[in-house]
């Protein structure tokens, strides 16, 4: 991401309904993971993810693979190491959940990124990764954020499973704004990252929240999730 782009990210994170629904589906995997231990989180970017993995009790450190994300994460009291999640600059074996959210789909190795996060992970520990999905949504919008490449499900699953990982779900967030988002990004040039008015953002959340509780998660969305681990 763009550093000029990531002050303004973290202003408005705490408020963004996209920000929130994710946030919310990192605790509801958190809390399935059993005792809290340590914990990693790569490529937060705007700290608000590895805060939440810190309210539910872990010990979490971030990687940020730039000196802005990892000031920002700094300023928020949390314990950055600056690296590559290619080379991530941690022990093996170490950590029991790791959250990599929009990190693979930046790497130019998605594979070799994958094996590290399945490096830093005990044995049975559980990896939570998110990538943009489907290349029919690819627009100037994915290259102003970085990104090399959107995902589909088996491709996802491979990149995963070749790191040594088993996955436990895969699955689909953003199914019910897939059709909008696809209509926009193909007709707005541009970044994309201006947050919507109040309202808007309201119903967006809402929404959100509504698809949680509807059978969707294998149809088509705009973001896939993956919940893997490491074999003990």
Known sequence: MDAIEIPRDAQAEDADWWCRDRRAVIAREVRRTGPPGRAVAIGAATAGDPRVLAAHGWET?????????????????????????????????????????NALERADDDRAAAA??????????TALITVPSDMALWSAHDVSLGRVRRYGRSALAEVVEAA???????WSRNVLLRPLVRWRRHRHAGYGLDRPCTAVNAGLRALAAVERHLPVKAL??????VRAHRPV
């Not at 000196?67 to 600056?82: Q, T």
């Open 61 to 101: 450190v971030t990687v940020e693979g730039s000196p802005a994300s990892a000031r920002l994460a700094r300023g928020h009291g949390l314990d950055v190491y600056e690296g590559d999640v290619c080379y991530l600059p941690l022990p093996s074996a170490h950590f029991g959940f790791a959250t990599a959210l």
């Open 116 to 125: 590290e996060i399945a490096r830093v992970l005990s044995p049975g520990g």
């Open 164 to 170: 040594g990982l088993l996955v436990d779900r895969i």
């Open 220 to 225: 088509p969305g705009v973001t896939l999730f």
